[in-house]
């Protein structure tokens, strides 16, 4: 019977503690999923913003596979000039077009993700309570989106970009989203 190899333990310069490890989370949430999608030397820099959702589009299925993801925005204001400078958000494999200020009532139907930022109209805020079930990816602005049912609430103007998952809305809509994303996420005020 052969012996299994003594496992050694690291080094105490290698060890890391558990409250470094979740300083360093909180540092890089948000850009961990960017930097996985950071531009080539050929594509000019994006905002990091965009990088995040350009990422969470990336690491979301849908229940149909789609030809291409239609990412709707409403509001005004930086993050939604970010996302519109961001451009190409998609990849290769996921192409996505950008829909400006769509009507709210047809959501449903001509989204396959939202974003709603802190100066978007107040029917929009709605969202959440309508896609309830739905196979739509839905991303705020600010933590509190979370507490009205969104998926996922960017704080952007945190230092690292930070985000937020409402672990509930996300199992409600069918959408599957890959367990790294969700790790990263910090709780959401709706989890």
Known sequence: MPIAPHRRRPSRAHRISGAARRRARTLGSGLALAAALAPT????PREPLALFVSGLLAYTTWTTPLPTVR???WGHGHAIDALARGAPLGTTRQPVTVVRDAAVVDAP?????VFVAAGAPP???DLPRTLVGRPV???GEGKA???????FCVDA??????FYANLDAVARSGLRVHPQVLRIAHDGPGS
């Open 123 to 125: 029917a929009a805020y």
């Open 41 to 44: 030397a050929a594509e000019p």
């Open 109 to 113: 139907w001509r989204c396959d993700a």
């Open 145 to 151: 989106f979370c507490t009205v049912g969104g998926m």
């Open 137 to 139: 990816l839905v991303i």
């Open 71 to 73: 990412l709707c925005l």
């Open 157 to 162: 103007d945190a230092p690292g970009l930070r």
